[in-house]
């Protein structure tokens, strides 16, 4: 336990990451999901926790595993609907959410129990909404700070700052997933960073660890001056 008092622009904050892409089952061994790699979230885990954060992830299907890191609780999800209930279950104490998680926005009406065997020519699959997280919080919130990604792939400034206000963020990191050394699985991004004023931070192509530590800065920094 020797960092657990720790010091830093986050101490004595609680922070929440989720990461990765949900899985949203179709059968035992099916799903639909998508290419979150969850480099991101595990890269704003790890800088929040060096800034002396009380840090949990919560963790969809990723590439790699996890930081591995005693001062990191490390919770596994599947779908967006867990992914939901283990956010909500910590809501009240947290004191900044970052969604750095891709929720799937469709999941299959019905997960079969068992294996579906193949049978027709073609196959029909509905697909009902998922509970928006973000959204849902955004309406619950009090103290905390709530940060948003917005993978576009194009557009991006319009459609984060519409995110921004619908789900009642402080903060929204808008990326465009098309660009080259940017978005899934890379480990570099190139972000926009949007408040309710507007643009807050343009940063060009670094490492996932530099945009996390940027966003966090901005993060201490707009908590504290809300607390003077
Ligand atoms: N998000 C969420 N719950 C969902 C869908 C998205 O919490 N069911 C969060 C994501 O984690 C992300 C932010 O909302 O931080 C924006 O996600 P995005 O997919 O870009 O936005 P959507 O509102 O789903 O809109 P669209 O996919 O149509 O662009
Ligand atoms: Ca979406």
């Given at each position: 336990l020797q960092n657990s008092?720790?010091?830093?622009?986050?101490?004595?904050?609680?922070?929440?990451?989720?990461?990765?892409?949900?899985?949203?089952?179709?059968?035992?061994?099916?799903?639909?999901?998508?290419?979150?790699?969850?480099?991101?979230?595990?890269?704003?885990?790890?800088?929040?926790?060096?800034?002396?954060?009380?840090?949990?992830?919560?963790?969809?299907?990723?590439?790699?595993?996890?930081?591995?890191?005693?001062?990191?609780?490390?919770?596994?999800?599947?779908?967006?609907?867990?992914?939901?209930?283990?956010?909500?279950?910590?809501?009240?104490?947290?004191?900044?959410?970052?969604?750095?998680?891709?929720?799937?926005?469709?999941?299959?009406?019905?997960?079969?129990?068992?294996?579906?065997?193949?049978?027709?020519?073609?196959?029909t699959l509905e697909l009902v909404k998922t509970t928006d997280i973000l959204e849902s919080l955004g309406k619950m919130k009090d103290k905390q700070f709530l940060i948003g990604f917005a993978a576009e792939t194009g557009n991006a400034e319009a459609f984060a700052k519409d995110k921004l206000v619908r789900k009642n963020l402080d903060l929204i990191v808008a990326n465009d997933v098309a660009a080259e050394g940017a978005g899934f699985g890379t480990d570099t991004n190139i972000v926009s960073i949007y408040g309710a004023e507007g643009l807050v931070l343009d940063l060009p192509l670094v490492s996932k660890d530099e945009v996390a530590r940027r966003l966090l800065g901005l993060a201490a920094e707009r908590i504290a001056g809300a607390a003077l």
């Open positions: 008092a720790a010091s830093g622009p986050l101490a004595g904050k609680k922070v929440i990451v989720t990461a990765g892409g949900t899985v949203e089952r179709i059968d035992p061994v099916r799903y639909i999901s998508n290419d979150s790699s969850g480099k991101m979230g595990f890269a704003l885990a790890r800088a929040a926790r060096a800034m002396g954060a009380e840090v949990t992830l919560i963790a969809a299907r990723t590439d790699e595993k996890p930081p591995q890191d005693p001062d990191i609780k490390v919770v596994r999800v599947e779908s967006a609907q867990e992914m939901y209930e283990a956010v909500a279950g910590r809501w009240k104490a947290c004191d900044i959410l970052i969604k750095a998680a891709a929720v799937a926005d469709y999941r299959p009406k019905q997960s079969a129990p068992s294996k579906i065997k193949k049978s027709g020519e073609t196959m």
